[in-house]
Every structure is written in C-alpha cells, then in structure tokens.
C-alpha cells in the first residue's frame, strides 16, 4: 500500500516534471524561431543603413564637386549673366524702337496698362 503510494505520486511528480519539461522545450523552440527571425531583420536593416548611408555620402560628394566646380566656372558664369542682361537690354530697345515705328506711345505715363485693374 505504502508503494502504491509512492508509486502513483512519483508517477504524478514525473507527469508534472514531464509537462513542465515540454512546456520549456516549447518555449526555447518558440525563443529559437523569433531569433532567427529577429537576426534576419536585423541584417536587413543593417544593408539599408549601410545603401542609405552610402547614399547620402556620394550626395556630399557631388555638392562637393558642384560647389568646386562653381569656383571654377565664375568667370564662364559671370560671362553667361552679362549676356543675358545684354540680351534682355536689347529685347527692350527693340522692342521699344518697333512700337515707335508703329505709332504706339512710348512715354511709359502716357502708355496705357497692359491689363485693367477693374478700378476707374
């Protein structure tokens, strides 16, 4: 009597050990499969941080180079502003001369506007 005793309690001792048991393998597969899962997130994140960053330094380099290269070209750039200055001047005088011809007033007080306020 006293063996069947101990006989079913450490059958029911070993069944709790036992769920318990399965209950932390579960859980360590369960903590093995999200690890994984979280090292290959991780790696991803890495490789875009790393393409982002490499991104960003070859942008620096290239305002490097534009801002070098605006040191360079100032005479070529101040040659291009005078001849559009020129340009508009010329357009103007023209322009002027052509609506002299036509009889058009010339004297911007006199000249009518362009477009009507509504206002009189």
């Excluded at 079913?8 to 209950?23: C, E, F, H, W, Y």
């Excluded at 001047?89 to 001369?97: K, S």
């Amino acid at each position: 009597m006293a063996e069947d005793y101990l006989s079913r309690d450490n059958q029911m001792r070993s069944d709790a050990l036992s769920s318990r048991v399965s209950l932390l393998k579960s859980l360590a597969i369960d903590i093995e499969g999200e690890t994984k899962d979280q090292n290959v997130f991780l790696d991803e994140t890495e490789k875009e941080m790393v393409a982002a960053g490499n991104y960003l330094q070859r942008g620096r380099k290239r305002v490097g180079q534009i801002l070098a290269a605006g040191k360079r070209d100032r005479r070529t750039l101040l040659y291009v502003a005078v001849g559009v200055a020129l340009f508009l001047y010329t357009t103007y005088a023209l322009l002027r001369r052509v609506a002299a011809h036509a009889g058009a007033p010339t004297d911007p007080v006199t000249t009518p506007p362009l477009f009507s306020t509504g206002r009189h």
